[in-house]
């Protein structure tokens, strides 16, 4: 069986992180996994949606402590082997910031460390009820700074803080109330919910959606007057799409539109 499933349904990619006996932990294996199918899904336009998810009971338990254990065996103490793991981590979250598509995070039991760095790198997020996100490292001596990045930008600075220097857990109300996540659903409903989002993503133009998913990360981290003109034009170049021109009409006359697309 895979470490990492895929299947679609429809414009929709669904992703399943499977080691439930670890937790779904981002092994040196599952980032690489990770890192290769976000690759392939950048290539991939007609899909327009991709929902990330885990096996078992746990959405991902962060790092593989085992295999961050054995890395410190190296004779600089693990130094290189570490440096490489956060990169290679690093790029499997700027990945999801990259792809065209939305990612949305499917999320039940907990999703903790660098799981709840995946989760607050998706672009948004669906959570069963009794869903706990924390970054806990400060609990075993290892303050959480590569998470502190992701969560930083989802949530306000005092409560990103208090996560990070308690080691506490939130609960999926108070994740989806401080931004960290969209919506919170009964667990039976969370498959269904999630595909839901999906579809109706994927039912937008994805020439559309890809260009304003790359200006909305981007405007960001601009001050207010330069992110006005850079999305000024981002809506030039979009509002000369045909497709877009064929939107409006299908507006006008009250009729669906014909997408290319």
């Given at each position: ?66 295999e961050m254990t054995a890395g410190r065996q ?34 039940h039991g907990i999703a903790t460390a660098a ?139 009250k009729r669906p539109p014909e997408w290319d697309?």
């Open positions: 069986m895979a470490l990492l499933e895929r299947h679609e349904t429809g414009a929709v990619a669904h992703l399943q992180m499977n080691a439930p006996d670890k937790l779904n932990a981002l092994s040196d294996a599952m980032l690489a996994a990770l890192k290769e199918e976000f690759d392939r899904l950048a290539e991939q336009p007609e899909i327009r949606a991709v929902v990330l998810s885990g096996a078992g009971k746990a959405f991902c338990a962060g790092h593989d402590l085992k190296a004779e600089d103490g693990g130094r290189a082997y570490f440096r490489d793991l956060f990169d290679r981590c690093t790029a499997v979250m700027l990945s999801i910031r990259r792809l065209p598509q939305p990612v949305i995070a499917q999320t799981g709840c760095q995946l989760v607050a790198s998706c672009d948004m997020a669906v959570a069963a009820e009794g869903t706990r996100f924390g970054v806990n490292g400060v609990n075993i001596g290892l303050f959480c700074s590569t998470p502190m990045v992701a969560l930083s930008r989802n949530i306000g600075a005092k409560h990103a803080f208090e996560m990070l220097t308690t080691g506490q857990f939130v609960e999926a109300d108070r994740a989806m109330a401080l931004g960290l996540i969209n919506r919170v659903v009964p667990p039976e409903d969370l498959e269904a919910a999630t595909e839901e989002l999906a579809q109706h993503v994927a039912s937008k133009l994805g020439a559309a959606v890809k260009i304003g998913k790359q200006a909305f990360y981007e405007q960001l981290e601009m001050p207010i007057d330069e992110a006005y003109a850079h999305t000024g034009q981002v809506m030039v170049e979009n509002m000369l799409y045909r497709d877009t021109e064929e939107g409006i009409a299908a507006f006008l006359d697309q």
